[in-house]
């Protein structure tokens, strides 16, 4: 069964703080993405990438970095938590083939509130 | 604006009833996907459909794709309650990444 995992369901964490969100995925995927999802606003891409090592900013990039070290895994961070980042995270991979994008895969997601 | 765009934002129907959303995008597409994503979890895909494609099913789905009219449109038959939960459209355009719009909420009343 194919496998998108984030490192935590719920984080809390403080104004200023340096914040990790991990993701891994087991489906070999090139492409990886974060997102952010508010209500009444979808899911924001803030970054992707297409291959490790290499990253692409998003609708959203600011407040944020990225990491992708290992296929597998691509990393969110955000260097100094604010308020405004408060936001439901998503993580998702995906293939590619035939000129086109396939299906994404989904993380379930980390609810992070900044205080 | 979003490149996707649902309609409606919010639809309430009974059980056994047909729930159709729609989505309208803006630029050129290489193919289009619907998203289901229940409350507080990430997204499942449902149905992906290409730009040379004018109508797919999967199950209950029922997936159509007007590219002149840049418009797609979800239809899902004989709803249950399970079916309650929010529906996305994602375009790929290219760029490398889908570009999600904001979302349809479907209630489906037992």
């Known amino acids: 069964d194919v496998k998108v995992t984030q490192s935590s369901r719920y984080l809390v964490k403080r104004t200023g703080e340096k914040v990790f969100l991990e993701c891994v995925q087991d489906m070999d995927h090139e492409n990886m993405f974060w997102y952010r999802q508010d209500p009444g606003l979808g899911l924001r891409l803030i970054y992707f990438s297409y291959d490790v090592k290499m990253k692409e900013k998003g609708d959203i990039p600011e407040g944020y970095s990225v990491s992708r070290e290992k296929k597998e895994r691509f990393s969110l961070i955000l260097e100094s938590a604010s308020t405004n980042q408060t936001s439901m995270y998503l993580c998702?991979?995906?293939?590619?083939?035939?000129?086109?994008?396939?299906?994404?895969?989904f993380g379930p997601g980390t609810r992070l509130t900044v205080l | 604006s979003q490149q996707g765009e649902e309609d409606p934002q919010a639809l309430s129907i009974q059980e056994g009833e047909n729930a159709t959303m729609n989505c309208s995008y803006k630029t050129s597409i290489n193919n289009l996907q619907w998203y289901r994503q229940n409350s507080g979890r990430g997204l499942v895909h449902l149905i992906l459909i290409r730009s040379n494609e004018r109508e797919k099913h999967s199950g209950r789905l029922r997936v159509t794709l007007d590219t002149s009219k840049k418009s797609s449109s979800l239809l899902i038959t004989a709803s249950r309650a399970a079916d309650t939960a929010s529906y996305f459209c994602a375009t790929d355009t290219g760029r490398r990444a889908l570009t999600f719009g904001s979302g349809t909420r479907l209630q489906v009343q037992p």
């Open positions: 998702a991979s995906s293939g590619y083939g035939g000129g086109s994008y396939n299906e994404q895969f």
